[in-house]
């Protein structure tokens, strides 16, 4: 379960997303449903996205911290996790 208590089991991420327009202001997610705090990702780094090779690695797993919704988009914060924490 995530911690909204809803998704998959423990051990496994809400879904997938992709990471594009990697840069030191953040990176892009694209993801398949609307984001809340609590959600576990994997994250798919879009190839070539990264230039400097300083973002999320492919596969990483990360947990939302904080969302802001808007309109057509959400500004969200991100940590980092390792399996042991999903």
């Known amino acids: 379960m995530d911690l909204l208590g809803e ?4 051990g496994e991420c809400s879904f997938d997303a992709t ?3 990697v840069s ?3 990176v892009r997610i694209t993801a ?3 984001l ?3 959600q576990c990702v994997r994250l798919r780094v879009a190839r070539g996205d990264d ?3 300083g973002g999320p690695r492919d596969g990483a797993l990360a947990r939302f911290v904080w969302v ?3 309109r057509e988009c959400a500004i969200a914060g991100l940590a980092t996790i390792t399996a042991a924490q999903v």
């Open 19 to 21: 990471a594009s327009d």
């Open 36 to 38: 809340r705090p609590g």
């Open 68 to 70: 802001a919704q808007g």
């Open 51 to 53: 230039p400097r090779g």
């Open 7 to 10: 998704g998959p089991g423990a």
């Open 24 to 26: 030191d202001a953040g």
């Open 32 to 34: 398949p449903l609307a």
